[in-house]
């Protein structure tokens, strides 16, 4: 098992900068694959961004690329997601998975956390 715990939503202006973080623990963490995710109000939950277990390759969304970026530090367990110019469209519930693969598909994560909200506001 590995469990997962994100921080660092809240509310914001347009414009601004926002850091999350998703702590892990339970199984190697270096091991998996980790992603973000968001889900919006009445929205399915979409891909944001993902990166491999070494931190050597990134995927994003193209509605994020550019503005966000993510990164992991094994030492300390923890993948980060650094939002930049956030738009009102960003505002959704963002949760942090784990897979084996690195991968868009949030049908092939195997853990998940219990999200953390962001607001932008416009």
């Known amino acids: 098992q590995v469990q997962l715990v994100e921080s660092g939503g809240g509310l914001v202006q347009a414009g601004g900068s926002l850091r999350l973080s998703c702590a892990a623990s339970g199984r190697t963490f270096s091991n998996y694959a980790m992603g973000w995710f968001r889900q919006g109000v009445g929205k399915e939950r979409e891909f944001v961004a993902a990166?491999?277990?070494?931190?050597?390759?990134?995927y994003y969304a193209d509605s994020v690329k550019g503005r966000f970026t993510i990164s992991r530090d094994n030492a300390n367990n923890t993948v980060y997601l650094q939002m930049n110019s956030l738009k009102p469209e960003d505002t959704a519930v963002y949760y942090c998975?784990?897979?084996?693969?690195?991968?868009?598909?949030?049908?092939?994560?195997?853990?998940w956390g219990k999200g953390t909200l962001v607001t932008v506001s416009s």
């Open positions: 990166i491999s277990w070494g931190g050597s390759s990134t």
């Open positions: 998975a784990a897979s084996r693969t690195l991968t868009r598909q949030p049908q092939v994560m195997h853990y």
